[in-house]
Structure formats: C-alpha cells, structure tokens
C-alpha cells in the first residue's frame, strides 16, 4: 500500500523559511514525478512545484525564486524548500506522486496528474 507522509509545516514569521518533506513508502518513485500542492482555507488546492523523473522542475509563478523543490530517490522522498515566506503562503501543503513512469509535462502542474497523495501538512506565515 502506497504512502505519503509530509512533515516539516509549521508557524513562521513573514520573511522566514521552511523545509517540507514528504516520504513515500510502499513502492519506489524513483521514475515518476512528484509534486505539491497547497489548499488555503475557501481556496482550491493549487500548484506549488514539481519535479520530475530526471529531475527537471516545474514551478507556480507565485514561488519561483522562493521555493525549490528536490528528491532524493535512495530515501524515496521529496522536499520542498520554501523562503522568504508571505502571509499568502499559509495553506495545508500536499505531496502528490504520479503513478505513471518518466511522465513530463503540464499534466504535472495539476492535480489530476498525480494518484497518490499525502495527508498534508500545514504552514502558517504571520506578517
């Protein structure tokens, strides 16, 4: 059975940063795409960043140059560094895996191109 488990939320001041995790156990993603997303309240979960089988990355315009996502396949987990965090960054942050191998593409920036999710992880930036 496929699991995500992110960690690494928590409250942080405007300007602050965070490290999010997410380790998958069950099978090996090491040839499919990871992503996250993130859902503040009243909003619909939206596109963080992925990455992709060989590493290549895709970011939403609201992070670059602020976050930066990675993998490390021999631990089958993914990370997500975020700094310089806004107040608008507050939001359940979740790690998604797509089930299909060496996948590309703008199927990754949305959430119906990933099958497998994880429970989340909150993050709250006061201004």
């Known amino acids: 059975q496929v699991q995500l488990v992110e960690s690494g939320g928590g409250l942080v001041q405007a300007g602050g940063s965070l490290r999010l995790s997410c380790v998958a156990s069950?099978?090996?993603?090491?040839?499919?795409?990871m992503g996250w997303f993130r859902q503040a309240p009243g909003k619909e979960r939206e596109f963080v960043a992925a990455i992709t089988w060989s590493g290549g990355t895709y970011y939403a315009d609201s992070v670059k140059g602020r976050f930066t996502i990675s993998r490390d396949n021999a631990k089958n987990t993914v990370y997500l560094q975020m700094n310089s965090l806004k107040p608008e960054d507050t939001a359940v942050y979740y790690c998604a895996a797509d089930a299909l191998r060496r996948r590309t593409g703008v199927f990754l920036l949305s959430p119906s191109g990933y099958n497998y999710w994880g429970q989340g992880t909150p993050a709250t930036v006061s201004s």
């Open positions: 069950g099978r090996s993603f090491s040839s499919h795409a």
